[in-house]
């Protein structure tokens, strides 16, 4: 089967940095993606990695190594408007988008 | 335009009725989506349709019904709802299924009474 691991949720401070793991298990790669959702919203696109190693944008950054089946996504200079879920999604062999569960992030001041 | 635009942002609809969600973008993408999200949950996958037409049916009730009247424009109709139906739907598009990553309408949030 299909499956996509991440934290369920995680606590940072303001100004911290955090980091949000995810593991999948997919039948074949064609991506990962990771989205912002605010609650009530839609996802917003954050990052996609395709080939290994670290992409950064400003002050997120997302990782992959496609050997160990793993991501994550790096947050720096946390603000409180960071708090949000965070859904790490894989597309198969069929391009077919597979969803994690999301991690919920809060930030405390 | 990078966006995608869905209306309405909000529906109570009772189990009775008929209306329509709608979705448009104008960015030349070839393939668009519609999903069903609940609260704390990730999107769940209902259709998708690639060049105008249905790619994929997740096994959706025959409730909701797609329709793609152009390559801009997604509806979904909706008769004779339940109210566990009662969901955030997200409309996304992206270049086609197999390039780009997706960009998602506001979303309707419907409330089936």
Redesign the interface.
């Known amino acids: 089967g299909q499956n996509i691991d991440q934290p369920t949720e995680m606590t940072a401070t303001e100004g911290a940095i955090v980091q949000i793991n995810c593991t999948y298990q997919t039948s074949g790669f ?1 991506g990962l ?1 990771w989205y912002q959702q605010h609650a ?6 954050l990052s ?1 990695n395709v080939l290994d190693g670290l992409e950064e944008k400003g002050r997120f950054s997302s990782f992959l190594s496609r050997s160990k089946g793993y991501s994550y996504l790096l947050l720096k200079e946390l603000q409180m408007k960071d708090s949000a879920s965070y ?1 790490c ?1 894989v597309k198969d062999s069929n ?3 597979i ?4 991690t ?1 992030l809060i930030i405390k001041p | 335009d990078t966006e995608v635009t869905q209306t309405p942002k909000h529906l109570v609809m009772g189990m009775t009725n008929k209306k329509s969600l709608k979705c448009e973008q104008h960015m030349g993408h070839r393939a668009m989506y519609w999903y069903k999200q609940k609260a704390k949950k990730p999107p769940e996958l209902m259709f998708v349709y690639s060049y105008e037409k249905l790619s994929i049916n997740e096994s959706v009730p025959s409730r909701f019904s797609p329709e793609c009247p152009n390559s801009s424009l997604l509806n979904l109709h909706l008769h004779a709802l339940q109210p566990e139906d009662s969901a955030l739907y997200l409309c996304a598009s992206s270049q086609d299924e197999e390039i780009g990553g997706y960009t998602f309408g506001s979303g309707t949030r419907l409330t089936v009474v």
């Open positions: 064609n993606f009530g919203e839609a996802p917003t696109f996609y859904l999604a391009y077919q988008l969803w994690g569960a999301g919920k």
